[in-house]
Structure formats: C-alpha cells, structure tokens
C-alpha cells in the first residue's frame, strides 16, 4: 500500500522533478491530482487544504478540464486513451467519484498539502471520456484548446460546478 504523507516525498517518482506541474493521475477508481509548484506560501498551502475551493467542468472536443479555484487556479485534463482497454473499461464503469488533491512542493518533491474532495459530475466525466476510445493525437488536440480558450473562459462556459 503506498502512504501518503505531509512533509515526506511523493511517492511515484515519475512525476517529480520535473518543475511547475499539474497533471490528472487516473487510478482504478477516477483521478488523483497532482500539482507541484515553487515557492509555496503558508496562505497558499492553508486555502490549499481547507478553503473554499470551486470546481468546474469543461469540455471541447470530447476532453473534459477540470479547473480548480481557490487562492490560485489550476486545471487538468483527461485523456483516457493513456490507459490499456481492460483498464478503460474497468475505469468508465467505476461508480467512485473522490478526487485526492496532492500539492507538492517543486523544490524539494515533499507533499506539502492533501485534500479529498467527492464531485457530483463523475459520471459526467465518465460519459465525455467514452467518446474518446477511438480519439488519436489527444495530447496535441489539449494543447490547441489550452492555447486557444484561457482558463477564466472554460470557467465562464462550465457544464457543471461543485463548491467546497
């Protein structure tokens, strides 16, 4: 079983030292997400782990962003193609709709906060992913719309939205 815990090292290597990153990790069950930043400030990491924190969906071209808001704003997209086909089966017909929110500090890999948060828009997530079974090039399709529709525009023509 992999521990998770404040001040210690993330635990997956492969998304460490590689600077500012904020990626979805698709699990068994839904995602995990996982932003490593520079420069952590406490207020930051307090609203991090106990502040307001909005939640949206947006989606183009059967890829759903999700955009997270509190003291700074963070997004990530899925694309469900990364996984093999049993795994995106299993992963379309999951029920669970928990996201774990790791916040890591870029400088030294260490887990500065954690946060667990339940959306109500799994299955819709769930729905857009369908379509993309038979997509290709779907990282180069995220870069176009992440380069052509900013973050505060996805946020203004959101599908869905929860509040925490």
């Not at 059967?62 to 694309?79: E, R």
């Not at 369908?130 to 992440?146: G, H, R, S």
Request: with cysteine; net charge neutral.
């Amino acid at each position: 079983m992999i521990k998770y815990e404040i001040g210690k090292k993330f635990p997956h290597d492969k998304y460490l030292n590689r600077g500012e990153l904020t990626i979805a990790i698709l699990n068994e069950n839904f995602f995990d997400v996982f932003i490593s930043l520079y420069s952590l400030t406490t207020d930051e990491i307090k609203a991090f782990k106990s502040g307001n924190l909005k939640v949206y969906l947006f989606t183009k071209d059967n890829i759903p962003f999700i955009l997270f808001s509190n003291k700074f704003s963070f997004d990530i997209s899925i694309d469900l193609t990364k996984l093999n086909e049993q795994q995106q089966k299993n992963w379309l017909s999951n029920k669970a709709n928990t996201i774990n929110l790791f916040l890591v500090n870029a400088e030294n890999n260490t887990i500065a906060a954690m946060r667990m948060i339940a959306i109500d828009f799994a299955t819709d997530i769930r729905d857009i992913c369908a379509k993309q079974i038979t997509m290709q090039n779907i990282d180069f399709k995220i870069q176009q719309i992440l380069h052509l529709i900013s973050i505060n525009e996805m946020i203004e023509k959101a599908i869905k939205n929860n509040i925490f």
